[in-house]
T-cell receptor, first 113, second 115 residues
Framework: DGGITQSPKYLFRKEGQNVTLSCEQN?????MYWYRQDPGQGLRLIYY???????QKGDIAEGYSVSREKKESFPLTVTSAQKNPTAFYLC????????????FGDGTRLSIL | AQSVTQPDIHITVSEGASLELRCNYS??????LFWYVQSPGQGLQLLLK??????LVQGIKGFEAEFKRSQSSFNLRKPSVHWSDAAEYFC?????????????FGGGTRVLVKP
């Protein structure tokens, strides 16, 4: 079945450490997105990529970095510069088109030790 | 800039009763609107979408939504709620391809279903 796989499901970070969240899709979608979800705040866009080797900052990109070397993969690195990284992170992908919905993975919950 | 407001943070409804979730949006052009549902610890699943045509949109799981341009609203409804409908619901507006098809989400409404 086609879908989006996020790993790991749970991740713990020590102070000063960078961690990388994986997102892989086999839907052949051009665009991929990373969102952060905090209770009561909905989803906020971190980064997005419309095509391989290109990506743009979203609304809350500070303290995060991404790469898009392959169409299927869009890893997110939470750097030590992100002072409040505890959150639920969701990856999504979609086709070009104004009416095309985004498809979501099951998320990674990141916590600070 | 576009924005989405879901005025109700929590709603409690009895099983079998009707449900209506409110969504108000702000967007300068024709909006592309979506409703998603999220079960605890899971990703989001698309319920329905609106981008043109009939203002009453049917979705999965017996949900429907009505687009009202004059009120900038896109409320979600279900005539008879099942216990499995307990989840968090998000309304979103799409920015269009030029802006990377970005979605702006509301804060969500958590639905609790009483037996």
């Amino acid at each position: 079945d086609g879908g989006i796989t996020q790993s790991p499901k749970y991740l713990f970070r020590k102070e000063g450490q960078n961690v990388t969240l994986s997102c892989e899709q086999n839907l052949n979608h051009d665009a991929m997105y990373w969102y952060r979800q905090d209770p009561g705040q909905g989803l906020r866009l971190i980064y997005y990529s419309q095509i391989v080797n290109d990506f743009q900052k979203g609304d809350i990109a500070e303290g995060y970095s991404v790469s898009r070397e392959k169409k299927e993969s869009f890893p997110l690195t939470v750097t030590s510069a992100q002072k409040n990284p505890t959150a639920f992170y969701l990856c999504a992908s979609g086709r070009p088109g104004l009416d095309q919905p985004q498809h979501f993975g099951d998320g990674t919950r990141l916590s600070i030790l | 800039a576009q924005s989405v407001t879901q005025p109700d943070i929590h709603i409690t409804v009895s099983e079998g009763a009707s449900l209506e979730l409110r969504c108000n949006y702000s967007y300068g052009a024709t909006p592309y609107l979506f409703w998603y549902v999220q079960s605890p610890g899971q990703g989001l699943q698309l319920l329905l979408k609106y981008f043109s045509g009939d203002t009453l949109v049917q979705g999965i799981k017996g949900f429907e939504a009505e687009f009202k341009r004059s009120q900038s609203s896109f409320n979600l409804r279900k005539p008879s709620v099942h216990w499995s409908d307990a989840a968090e619901y998000f309304c979103a507006v799409g920015a269009g391809k030029a802006a990377g098809n970005k979605l702006t989400f509301g804060g969500g409404t958590r639905v609790l279903v009483k037996p």
